[in-house]
């Protein structure tokens, strides 16, 4: 099946650094998303993201599906960014969703 | 407002003893899904559902069973649980298939 992997895995940024999460996928998707799980467990979506550039106030998202792999961009991070960053992809052909292992986040003040 | 619900939010309870976890959303979608989330592992996908009567196995089936019988309702049963199905669970809905998917605020469960 499809392999998800992200990089890297942990991550300890000053408040105000900006950041790239980067997601690879090992065959193509039919579907992309970002989402961010807050220090209460709760997951946010960021961005639905197959294909293309995204933005949304600090944070944007670039997948190039044809070299498989998607960057989430952080720029002047805040501590409520802090948590955990996940992307997963719908692998093509299949309704199916393979989650990536993460990228834990943590800002300073 | 919106929303995909889960009850419980806790439980704990003991092998063997049958139990149901509610999963509902309000936003008419057609693709609901069942993960479970450990440490270490993210979040793997046990069920999911096309539409009413159409269900199909994750990556995680083994020791769960689901219905969907309304379009709103996605219930995961847990017919004699085990201890290593302790885990955080959440129920997720997208209008189709590929498409963004809004999740619920996870169940935690717990087995003795």
């Known amino acids: 099946g499809i392999q998800v992997e992200q990089s890297p895995p942990d991550l300890i940024l000053q408040e105000g650094a900006n950041s790239t999460l980067r997601c690879n996928f090992s065959?193509?998707?039919?579907?992309l998303q970002w989402f961010h799980q807050n220090p209460w467990g709760q997951l946010i979506n960021l961005f639905y993201?197959?294909?293309g550039t995204k933005q949304n106030g600090r944070l944007s998202a670039t997948t190039v599906a044809t070299e498989r792999y998607s960057l989430l961009y952080i720029s002047s991070s805040q501590t409520t960014d802090s948590g955990v960053y996940f992307c997963?992809?719908?692998?093509?052909?299949?309704?199916?969703?393979?989650f990536g292992t993460g990228t834990r986040l943590k800002v300073l003040a | 407002e919106a929303q995909v619900t889960q009850n419980p939010r806790y439980l704990i309870t003991v092998t063997g003893k049958k139990l149901t976890v509610t999963c509902s959303q309000n936003?008419?979608?057609?693709?609901m899904s069942w993960y479970r989330q450990d440490p270490g592992l993210g979040l793997r996908q046990i069920y999911y559902s096309m539409n009413v009567e159409v269900t199909d196995k994750g990556d995680v089936p083994e020791g769960y069973k689901v219905s969907r019988k309304e379009k709103r309702n996605f219930p995961l049963i847990l017919e004699s649980p085990s201890p290593n199905q302790t885990s955080l669970y959440f129920c997720a809905s997208s209008f189709k298939g590929p498409d963004t998917q809004y999740f619920g605020p996870g169940t935690r469960l717990t087995v003795l």
């Open positions: 936003m008419n979608h057609e693709y």
């Open positions: 993201i197959p294909s």
């Open positions: 065959d193509s998707v039919n579907n």
């Open positions: 997963a992809v719908g692998a093509s052909g299949t309704y199916k969703y393979i």
